[in-house]
């Protein structure tokens, strides 16, 4: 193969090598220059006129460095860089990576061109390697040791359980942590010692050895109290009781000091205050410990005032519901319970009551029944401070549950109407059952006086199964809590009803057209540690309620319910509880008691093998025709499988007696039973739950169970 070239190609050919020649030589000149110039690799920090330059170290810490760069930078107040500043912040950035586990780091500094230039020499990042103990190792656990000297390094993100990063201060930290823990148990003279290794393994793991030096061991030996009003005597001896024998500590004895003065302080004596004496030897061993309760003066109550700044329906609200405490002795339990009647009025987003000595308050009027020592007493006042809630406010709501289905509602609410501190509310809600709806006044102050009355007016159509009923209502109620545990109200009101269908006879709805005059109480003895969500404690509650015959309606009779719960908590996740229910009607036969106003059992809250009614006589077509009489018994267990998740188990048993004129012990023998499981997720207004109940006395007809979905517990 021949190749030929002309001159002209040859020459072409030598000018093109020659651009490419001249512009390669320029492109590397370029570079050689920008890299002559160029900063050196890393990061640059600038406050005022002030520069610091960090190369080396690790990019996850820059963030971190450039924050604590600069705000040593401010501190320092100079304006030129100079060597002990550039030694200063050499050492902090030393520390910060020592922290953050390289205990190996070094830093170098140096003055260049008016900045100061910081090389960081990291080295390897160290975790914790083995844990070993000298010294006193079995005063406590050594797994519980290990516990107390990790914490701070495991409570970071991302932290391995097993072999935590290498960071100085909190080792530190949690060999104070045992020490502490030492102490607490009676080794108050108790050292701890860090003896981390020479050097890293070749995993990168730094071992650790503390030394446990517990010394002697001190104990209460004989506890001796005095000083505590009589009033108190019960409570305080109480407080001290167990003492003699447990381990000595500072903290516990502050913990009891604390518990008599926060009993005495509630009861009135403002100024208590606990002095303990003791000795210790050096040997250890029992130490004889005396209390002493100062209590100084009790003080009485002279008047609450809200601040000025509440609106006058608040002030009323809070003057009326604090003016029972006037010229009483100061309790904080008595307190505790105005405080959440003016809470429960819905007014109040947040109250704060503090005490304030009023030198000059006038001493209350004596009588018998008050104490002469209540007249000379010191005063304080109350001031009362905190926030409104709007008044105005509209709802909607949504649901669902298995007796009436989905449910739709409005509410539209002033809580405080013109400004009086009345409540007035109007609600509109519709389910498969038909609308309701309903306009209430509530005044939570009546007559100035802690009882809270109201008024509700309601329309209602229930459409539910083979008859129809239209209704129209008014309720009266005058209700007080008398205590924390205790509330009782009376109450009275009418009805206008009509009943229309075309399938049931006239026995099994009973009068078509009726209307019912009512009055009658309700007590509640509440000692459950929450309404909504109980976990502990127990309830017992009586509604009697007596139905006059009006307007020749012919309808005459005497209700009675009575209901209770006990609630017990086996274990932190395990709890049992337990409830009843007896519901009687006398004065008729269950033929000439409307149908809606019958006793029925079934449901979510009764036998829940049962739809809502359904336990007892029902029509061909399913209505239930309810009775006079119903007994209702329910034991659960639940366990929380996670935070606000329950799985529970339960059984429950009832019956449903229709006998005429029948007694408040006149309960069907015919018990229907039920064992069954279901879930509750716990919400601040209660539970959503869901259960099924398995019909463990199925009938000819019956279904085999029942599949509930409601708000709220079973009882």
């Known amino acids: 193969m021949r190749c030929q070239w002309s001159a002209r190609e040859m020459l072409e050919t030598l000018r093109a090598f020659a651009g490419v020649t001249a512009c390669l030589l320029w492109l590397g000149a370029a570079a050689l220059m920008r890299a002559e110039t160029a900063p050196p690799s890393g990061f640059t920090v600038r406050e005022a006129a002030l520069s610091v330059h960090v190369s080396g170290g690790d990019p996850t810490q820059q963030q971190a460095l450039e924050e604590m760069l600069r705000d040593q930078l401010t501190l320092s107040g100079l304006s030129t860089v100079s060597e002990p500043l550039a030694d200063d912040l050499a050492f902090f950035t030393r520390q910060h990576y020592m922290r953050e586990g390289w205990p190996e780091v070094q830093v170098r500094w140096e003055l260049r061109d008016g900045s100061i230039h910081l090389a960081v020499d990291s080295g390897a990042r160290a975790r914790v390697g083995t844990v070993t103990w000298r010294g006193d190792r079995d005063v406590v656990p050594e797994q519980e040791m290990r516990r107390f000297l990790l914490r701070p390094s495991l409570e970071k993100d991302g932290a391995d359980k097993q072999n935590p990063l290498w960071v100085g201060a909190d080792l530190e930290t949690g060999a104070g942590l045992v020490q502490r823990r030492l102490r607490a148990e009676g080794y108050l003279d108790a050292q701890t010692t860090l003896i981390p290794a020479a050097a890293l ?193 509209l709802g909607f709501e949504l649901g669902f549950d298995t007796f009436l289905g989905p449910q739709a509602g409005v509410t539209w609410k002033n809580t405080n109407l013109m400004d009086t501190g009345n409540t007035l509310a109007a609600e509109l809600n519709w389910s498969t059952a038909g609308p309701l709806g309903s306009i209430s006044l509530r005044d939570p102050a009546f007559l100035g006086s802690a009882y809270a009355a109201s008024a509700r007016l309601a329309v209602e159509s229930f459409d539910l199964f083979e008859y129809t009923r239209y209704g129209t209502s008014l309720n009266l109620e005058l209700a007080r809590r008398v205590s924390r545990h205790f509330t009782y109200s009376v109450f009275g009101g009418a009805s206008v009803n009509t009943v229309d269908t075309s399938v049931l006879s006239a026995e099994e709805t009973g009068p078509d057209l009726y209307t019912l005059a009512f009055v009658g109480a309700n007590f509640l003895l509440d000692y459950r540690d929450s309404a909504v969500l109980p976990k502990k404690g127990w309830f017992f509650n009586a509604r009697l309620e007596t139905t006059l015959d009006a307007m020749g309606s012919g309808v005459s009779y005497l209700r009675t319910d009575l209901r209770g719960a006990w609630y017990q908590p086996l274990t932190k996740r395990l709890r049992l509880a337990a409830g009843g229910a007896l519901l009687s009607i006398q004065g008729a036969a269950a033929e000439d008691i409307p149908i809606d106003s019958r006793v029925f059992n079934g449901g979510p809250n009764s036998v829940r093998a049962f739809a809502e009614r359904e336990l007892g006589p029902l029509t061909a077509g399913g209505t239930p025709l309810g009775g006079t009489s119903a007994l209702i018994v329910n034991v659960e267990m639940s366990y929380e499988i996670m935070p606000n998740l329950e799985l529970a188990v339960f059984t429950d048993a009832g019956s449903l007696g229709r006998g005429q004129n029948s007694s408040p012990l006149s309960y069907s023998s015919d018990f229907r039973t039920a064992v069954g499981a279901g879930l509750r997720y716990h919400l601040p207004f209660g539970p959503i739950r869901i259960d099924y109940g398995h019909n463990v006395s199925r009938r000819e007809g019956e279904g085999g169970g029942m599949l509930h979905v409601v708000v709220g517990f079973a009882f």
């Open 201 to 393: 393994d070749a995993e990168g793991r730094r071992d650790l050895t503390l030394e446990v030096k517990a010394g002697p061991l001190y104990q209460f030996g004989s506890v001796t109290f005095t000083g505590a009003p009589a009033l108190l005597e019960k409570q305080a001896r109480e407080a001290v009781a167990g003492l003699e024998g447990s381990p000595l500590n500072e903290a516990r004895l502050q913990q009891v000091e604390l518990r008599l003065n926060t009993l005495a302080q509630e009861a009135g004596w403002l100024e208590a205050r606990t002095v303990s004496d003791y000795r210790l030897s050096r040997q250890g061993g029992q130490v004889d410990v005396a209390l002493t309760l100062m209590p100084g003066a009790r003080y009485r109550v002279n008047e609450a005032r809200p601040h000025p700044g509440f609106s006058h329906g608040s002030q009323r609200v809070l003057t009326a519901g604090f003016r029972e405490l006037h010229g009483r002795w100061y309790s904080a339990q008595d307190l505790d319970l105005v405080f959440r009647r003016a809470l429960d009025t819905g007014m109040f987003s947040r109250l704060d009551v503090e005490t304030e000595k009023a030198p000059a308050a006038p001493a209350p009027t004596v009588s018998a029944k008050t104490a002469p020592e209540l007249a000379a007493a010191p005063a304080v006042d109350l001031f009362i401070q905190g926030e409104e809630t709007r008044p105005k406010t």
